[in-house]
């Protein structure tokens, strides 16, 4: 199902809307990762990249986001395209920020680049903030593809440590 979109810069969806298309997509069945017999996503690979490239596509549907979608790409690529594409993506200052963006129905995406090379990222839902006692601090919850997969958690149970939040501003080629 393709959203009505609201606006170009940045573009948004109705939160509501968002947090029912965030819910279902989460939970379909090509999202879960393959595992191998110790419990672990095989290849350390899961779906997280495509995940986000599916939402991505939400919101700017002629953007050339299917990069994000191919597994070689990886969350470590797209968190680092993230990081220099300023003309598409800014990098939300704190969590207030990222959830105040979120809760309007922007697209906000976490991610961290981890030093063994993987990477995970996340879609910021337009829910209500929660505290996390792990890291000490109220943080907005999420869509997670990962690990674990769920909707409407905190964002510590996504990452270990805390990553970087960037908001999609639109597709530069529209604006």
């Given at each position: 199902?393709?959203?009505?979109?609201?606006?170009?810069?940045?573009?948004?969806?109705?939160?509501?809307?968002?947090?029912?298309?965030?819910?279902?997509?989460?939970?379909?069945?090509?999202y879960r990762?393959?595992?191998?017999?110790?419990?672990?996503?095989?290849?350390?690979?899961?779906?997280?990249?495509?995940?986000?490239?599916?939402?991505?596509?939400?919101?700017?549907?002629?953007?050339?986001?299917?990069?994000?979608?191919?597994?070689?790409?990886?969350?470590?690529?797209?968190?680092?395209?993230?990081?220099?594409?300023?003309?598409?993506?800014?990098?939300?200052?704190?969590?207030?920020?990222?959830?105040?963006?979120?809760?309007?129905?922007?697209?906000?995406?976490?991610?961290?680049?981890?030093?063994?090379?993987?990477?995970?990222?996340?879609?910021?839902?337009?829910?209500?903030?929660?505290?996390?006692?792990?890291?000490?601090?109220?943080?907005?919850?999420?869509?997670?593809?990962?690990?674990?997969v769920f909707?409407?958690?905190?964002?510590?149970?996504?990452?270990?440590?805390?990553?970087?939040?960037?908001?999609?501003?639109?597709?530069?080629?529209?604006?």
């Amino acid at each position: 199902m393709q959203p009505d979109v609201i606006g170009t810069h940045p573009p948004r969806i109705a939160p509501a809307t968002l947090a029912q298309m965030l819910k279902d997509a989460v939970h379909e069945e090509r999202y879960r990762a393959d595992y191998d017999g110790f419990g672990n996503p095989y290849q350390g690979m899961t779906h997280c990249n495509q995940f986000c490239a599916e939402v991505l596509g939400w919101y700017a549907p002629s953007f050339p986001w299917g990069r994000f979608a191919d597994p070689k790409f990886g969350a470590c690529k797209m968190v680092g395209e993230m990081q220099r594409n300023t003309g598409e993506w800014t990098q939300c200052v704190n969590w207030d920020t990222a959830h105040a963006h979120a809760a309007r129905g922007h697209l906000v995406i976490a991610g961290r680049v981890e030093s063994e090379g993987n990477g995970h990222v996340c879609v910021i839902a337009p829910e209500k903030m929660e505290y996390s006692g792990s890291w000490m601090k109220r943080v907005p919850l999420c869509a997670n593809v990962g690990r674990s997969v769920f909707y409407g958690l905190r964002l510590s149970r996504a990452f270990k440590t805390e990553p970087e939040a960037w908001l999609f501003l639109g597709n530069k080629e529209e604006t």
